[in-house]
């Protein structure tokens, strides 16, 4: 059974960081849970829609798009809530764009480059942190999978697993949660600066085949994610049949 000191072995032993893990794997055990005592991770109110029970299932693992941007929204507000998190494999992830998302960085683990030791620094932190995002630096046997899921079920761990391009989809999966046409806004013929971006966040589980989406903006214009309002049909243009359009319509439309 792999303990959370298998985490200090991943660094030299030179390697002064090699202190820092110890730390915190005092400072986790003594104030995280063994197991986790809820049956889902909460997510933000933008996705509520997306899953059936509108969190995330505990003891189980989801496929994600590999955008750190909705790695930083699905931990949003479980951070918030008080919950310990933790990426390993996303060196390019930042803690000043997690701070925007509303990440509380004193119970935000980050392994950036763990190697083809991913799964040990996974296997490790899934047996005191209740929510884990991994970006995997190797193929994983079947067997080792296995014994990943069964440490999941037992902790109470829920697990993102962010797909590799090309890469086969991740075994036991509980299902997807993908990013896919986005849109940024702030830029003009040669001017301006990216402002936001709005995308559609699209989830399928094995127990809700079909598809569920929204459209968000992520980052939107205070750095987390914002949900976009449904757009309004347009209205017939008042001016093509003023006869047929009572006063008070037409005096709304001239104030805007």
Known sequence: MIGLDAVASLAPASDSRAGEVLRLRREIS???RRRSEHALIPLDPAFASLLPEEGLQTGTSYTVSPSPSLVLALL???SRKGHWCAVVGMPTLGVEAAAAFGIDLARLILVPDPGERWLAATSALAEVVPLIVVAPGTRARDADVSRLSARLRDRGCTLLVAETPGAARW???EGTIRLHDPHWHGLGAGWGLLSDCTVTITAQTRHSPRPSSVRVQ??????????VATELTALPPLAAAP????PELLRWAEAG
Not at 221 to 226: D, K, L, P, R
Not at 243 to 246: K, R
Request: glycine share 14%.
């Open 243 to 246: 006869d047929a359009a009572p």
């Open 30 to 32: 003594r104030m995280q």
């Open 171 to 173: 075994p036991q999966s």
């Open 218 to 227: 992520l980052p939107g214009g205070h750095g987390a994610v914002e949900a």
């Open 76 to 78: 949003s507000t479980a």
